[in-house]
């Protein structure tokens, strides 16, 4: 079996189990750095890759599989015990009186009809284990209902404090900062068979358990779908917001998000259609605003304006001035050309620090 997997394969495997579950972005990224391949654009050779690894891991009863978180919608990969087998879901690490109190956690939450995926620390604490009787005895035993067992009687509020730390050290449980508790990413990829054989109702879409999920608001509609098939479902251009099954009207907004990556989808083909007469357009209003930029002032304009027109007076003048010393040969007709010269001069001078 070893021998079919290089060592690569085995960088995966055993990070999964000593790292517990994997984001699919923290896997895509260790197996890009193993094969220098993209996952993203070389699907078939990742997904050739978890093949390889499940052949093997299928003859120790164990699986590389992936799930979705449903309070993130994220993905994540993790190795995972095959055998439906109550006890060996937790393996030996846990008693008998542990697994049945993660067991009634679990029933109650996913027992909520309004599908909040939640229970409080404080319920879980409170719950009672004589429902769990069935994990200590042989559940197709004939005859009355069996008696409680000690163990599960006299399994104190610390012990399950002590259990209940363990399950979320361990991801099968998830304890959020307010008290609230949540299933860990370990069981939703441990007890897939375990949804489906206990009947807890599952998403429309996809067919997965909706532990956490957005139920019809018509009571007499079972219908649940999660937030994010949701959204895959109602993006969809011509789709009803309606519930699939009834009719009835189902509230749901867009995420923000969402909008703007669809407006920032929309912009780059609005621009693209851009006619020649715009790109005109667009250039003459750049010349206009150059304009008012040098010259914002009106009354500026205007003075440039005189002192052009006084430049045309001055250059008659000498030319008349030119035509006189000409005539005459008088030395001041020079000297008022020279002193006519150096108002030019100065004058030109002031009109470039306007």
Known sequence: ?????????????????????????????????????????ERQLFDGFILKINKALSFANFELRACIDQYDGQVYYGVVNTVSDEHSKLGTKYSVPQIAFYKAIIEAIVQDAFANGVISSIHA??????????????????????????????????QKEKTLHELVQDQWLNLTT?????????????????F???????????????????????????VRIHQ??????FLQRKVAKVCPSCGTSWPYT???????????DIEPRQSQRMTRSDRKRQSAN?????????????????????????????????????TDEAETGEPGASQSSAAILGLRRVTRNSARLI
């Open 254 to 264: 867009v995420p923000k998000e969402e909008a703007l990556q669809r407006e920032e």
């Open 286 to 322: 750049r010349v206009v605003v150059d304009d008012k930029v040098g010259c914002s002032n009106q009354d500026e304009l205007n003075e440039n304006r005189e002192i052009q027109n006084d430049n045309v007076l001055i250059r008659k003048r000498r030319r008349g001035h030119q």
């Open 125 to 158: 604490l409170n719950l009672s284990l004589d429902g769990q009787v069935t994990i200590m005895t042989d559940p197709q035993s004939q005859g009355d209902q069996p008696d409680v067992p000690s163990a599960l009687k006299n399994f104190s509020l610390s």
């Open 1 to 41: 079996m070893s021998s079919a997997l290089s060592w690569r394969h085995h960088v995966v495997i055993q990070s999964l189990l000593c790292r517990g579950p994997l984001s699919d972005k923290d896997l895509h990224a260790m197996f890009e750095d193993l094969t220098k391949k993209n996952p993203g654009t």
């Open 178 to 194: 307010d008290g609230v508790i949540k299933l860990g990413l370990k069981s939703f990829l441990d007890l897939r068979s375990w």
């Open 196 to 222: 489906r054989n206990n009947d807890v109702p599952s998403c429309h879409v996809c067919n997965e358990a909706g532990i956490k999920a957005e139920v019809c608001q018509n009571e007499n509609c079972t």
């Open 228 to 233: 994010y098939c949701l959204k895959q479902l």
